[in-house]
């Protein structure tokens, strides 16, 4: 199944990239995702990241969906 | 009526205060925050503002509703300006309408520390030698630490 990852701020500087799609087996969490992405990205490693899926904050054991939104980010910074 | 908006065009503060009040209330506390010259004695050039959008406004929609469960208020706005800022210039206006002060007064700290750990805007400083994603300062939602050890 298809997932779509965004990246914001920082993690876009990062990563080099606002949106990359991935293909990833049934019954992958969130969790599971972004310790692919840490793989896949070491310069992320050591960072405090928050994430939401289908644009909520959700627990990282949240099953995900073909076709859900992963967005990774720093903690936000807005005001 | 309450509202919550992103824009990248300069924020009429009075504007948005006005839009709050229903006749019911005697009080609108209004913050205007706005892009401060020094940061920590260093000098920023400009801001940056980005956000993750639609999640930003359903956030700003969740901090309303809270608010206005939580204090007794009768109409929340918001606008949270995006793109780049200039020093001085107005990046995030809140303005909480009550029949009495001290719960505006309330709501309006109590939404502005909410959006600053929750809502998933991002400021990037500008130096003159330099620019730096700021990463939030208070304690983001507990359910989304993630410190992967590999």
């Known amino acids: 199944m298809k997932v779509n990852i965004l990246f914001f ?13 991935t293909t990833v087996k049934e019954s992958v ?35 995900l969906n073909n076709g859900d939104e992963l967005a990774i980010f720093t903690p936000v910074s807005g005001g | ?22 006749p019911e209330c005697g009080a609108t506390v209004t913050l205007d925050g706005y892009v401060r010259k020094f940061t920590k004695g260093r000098e920023t050039l400009h801001l ?11 956030e700003m929609q969740k901090l309303i509703d809270q608010a ?14 995006l793109g780049k800022l200039e020093i001085g210039e107005t990046s995030v206006v809140i303005s909480v309408a009550s029949p009495h002060r001290r719960a505006a007064f309330a709501a309006c700290e109590w939404l502005i520390k909410e959006l600053k750990r929750t ?20 304690e983001p939602p507990v359910v989304t630490r993630c410190n992967a050890e590999l």
Not at chain 1, 10 to 21: H, N, P, Q, W
């Open chain 2, 1 to 22: 009526m309450d509202f919550f908006e992103l824009t990248t065009d300069p924020i009429d503060i009075t504007g948005v205060a006005r839009r709050v009040v229903p």
């Open chain 2, 68 to 81: 206005k469960r939580d204090f007794e208020i009768s109409n929340v706005g918001i606008v949270h300006r």
């Open chain 2, 119 to 138: 809502v998933p805007i991002w400021k990037k400083e500008v130096y003159a030698d330099g620019e730096v994603w700021v990463e939030g300062e208070s």
């Open chain 1, 9 to 21: 701020g920082a993690t876009a500087d990062l990563i080099g990239s606002r949106r990359v799609e």
């Open chain 2, 48 to 58: 940056f503002y980005e956000a993750y959008e639609p999640m930003a406004l359903k």
């Open chain 1, 29 to 63: 969490s969130a969790r599971d995702l972004i310790d692919q992405l840490h793989a896949d990205y070491p310069i992320l490693k050591d960072r405090t990241l928050l994430f939401a899926v289908n644009e909520e904050y959700v627990p990282e054991n949240t099953p």
